[in-house]
């Protein structure tokens, strides 16, 4: 059984949230140990603000590195089928030769970085027609006025916003743009039972 997405339930759980998004996305209840629950929270929230409050700056891209190493790790103990690697700087962007569409392609998830009013952490979970479904953490009472951005509940195990693929690439501070290459980062996991490989996709190399 899969479960819903969730959201967020302060303004600075959106790293810790979309992780445990792409959990659920990728893998069935019954399957979910809590180890990894219990690790994610762990290491995430792990920044302070300017009046030195833990966690009022939400999550490192350091704690994501380590936690996508960790999750990596805990795959190769074969308690649960899952790989991870992280990636940032020049290699996150979206496009036909991105290893965020081949992840979205062959059956993946994404947490990635990108900015919103501030930085945040958000799920794609597919791709189609130039398009990225997205499961944005931050509940929205209404919809942004970008006409480009659908918002729908329609999908709640999956995502909750189509966004055109090309607003990601921008490096101004935009929203939902990746901004500069600098601050670029992006986690991305497979279930290893379920994953598409190269073999199964012959038209993947045509």
């Known amino acids: 059984m899969k479960n819903p997405l969730h959201y967020q339930i302060s303004d600075y759980d959106c790293g ?3 992780m445990l998004n792409a959990i659920s996305f990728l893998f069935q209840r019954e399957e979910i140990p809590p180890e990894i629950i219990r690790n994610i929270m762990i290491y995430c929230l792990d920044c302070y603000n300017i009046e030195g409050i833990a966690g009022k700056s939400g999550t490192s891209r350091v704690a994501m590195m380590f936690l996508s190493n960790w999750l990596n790790g805990f795959g190769h103990t074969k308690q649960l089928p899952i790989s991870s690697r992280y990636i940032s700087g020049k290699s996150v962007y979206l496009g036909g030769e991105s290893y965020i569409n081949d992840t979205l392609r062959r059956g993946g998830a994404v947490v990635i970085r990108l900015f919103l009013d501030e930085w945040h952490y958000v799920l794609f979970t597919g791709a189609k027609d130039e398009n990225i479904y997205v499961f944005d953490p931050y509940f929205h009472e209404e919809s942004y006025e970008d006409q480009d ?3 729908t509940l329609e999908h709640p195990e999956a995502y909750n916003c189509i966004v055109p693929e090309e607003r990601f690439n921008s490096q101004e501070l935009m929203l939902y743009a ?3 290459y600098e601050g ?6 497979f279930n290893e039972k379920t994953v598409i490989t190269a073999d199964d996709t012959i038209e993947y190399f045509i």
């Not at 670029?184 to 996991?189: D, N, T």
């Open 16 to 18: 810790p949230t979309s």
């Open 184 to 189: 670029r980062e992006a986690v991305l996991l």
């Open 149 to 151: 951005i659908v918002w």
């Open 178 to 180: 990746l901004g500069p």
